[in-house]
């Protein structure tokens, strides 16, 4: 059984930057591509980052991470990051790191439990 | 971006009865779609994938349907432990998008 376990949350000051980790159990994340998905309190899924996986580790980004956001996995630790920089009160939210079934563009089949990130001074 | 509406927002339906969600996307996604049930306090779950495939261990009483830009979610008997929100997503090209979410009660 696949675990993803998030870490790296916490309370943060406006501009400051945060580095949220993702560690797989139970499976390798080679030949995965690796999701950041973001849920503010009460409100929707926002998608934020994708790394693939298929030898180019491409990187895209949701417009509001482009620029401050980093996305990046070491698949010999299966664990993947986010590098958030220049935070802002707006980015405050539960982010879950997600396993892609593929490589890249395909449905999202692991979920971690999630880490809260709190943007405020 | 592609943008993911869905309908209703929210909906009541009696236990043993049949729930229809819809999804629509503003320009087509092909197959490339999935649904899935976030529980209070938890991360979502996989239901359906490639618009219409049930993904393992998923009741047969989910199903879903569409390709395009049309798609449906539908539990043909709810159960109490389907009380959930319900998102549809498209992975067809970045940016990902997601729906607003169908939040389905028991009436």
């Known amino acids: 059984q696949v675990q993803l376990v998030e870490s790296g949350g916490g309370v943060v000051q406006p501009g400051r930057s945060l580095r949220l980790s993702c560690a797989a159990s139970g499976s390798t994340l080679s030949n995965h591509a690796m999701h950041w998905v973001r849920q503010a309190a009460g409100k929707g899924l926002e998608w934020v980052a994708l790394?693939?996986?298929?030898?180019?580790?491409?990187?895209f980004y949701a417009d509001f991470a482009k620029g401050r956001f980093t996305i990046s996995r070491d698949n010999s630790m299966d664990t993947v990051y986010l590098q958030m920089n220049s935070l802002r009160a707006e980015d405050t939210a539960v982010y879950y790191c997600a396993r892609d079934r593929g490589r890249g563009y395909s449905e999202i089949d692991y979920w971690g439990q999630g880490t809260l990130v709190t943007v405020s001074s | 971006d592609i943008v993911m509406t869905q309908s209703p927002d929210s909906l009541a339906v009696s236990l043993g009865e049949r729930a229809t969600i819809n999804c629509k996307s503003s320009q087509s996604v092909l197959n490339y779609l999935a649904w899935y049930q976030q529980k209070p306090g938890q991360p979502p779950k996989l239901l359906i994938y490639w618009a219409s495939f049930r993904e393992s261990g998923v009741p047969a009483r989910f199903s879903g349907s569409g390709s395009g830009t049309d798609f449906t979610l539908t539990i043909s008997s709810l159960q109490a432990e389907d009380v959930a929100v319900y998102y549809c997503?498209?992975?067809?090209?970045?940016?990902?998008?997601f729906g607003p979410g169908t939040k389905l009660h028991i009436k």
């Open positions: 997503q498209q992975y067809y090209i970045t940016p990902i998008t």
């Open positions: 790394m693939s996986d298929d030898g180019a580790n491409n990187e």
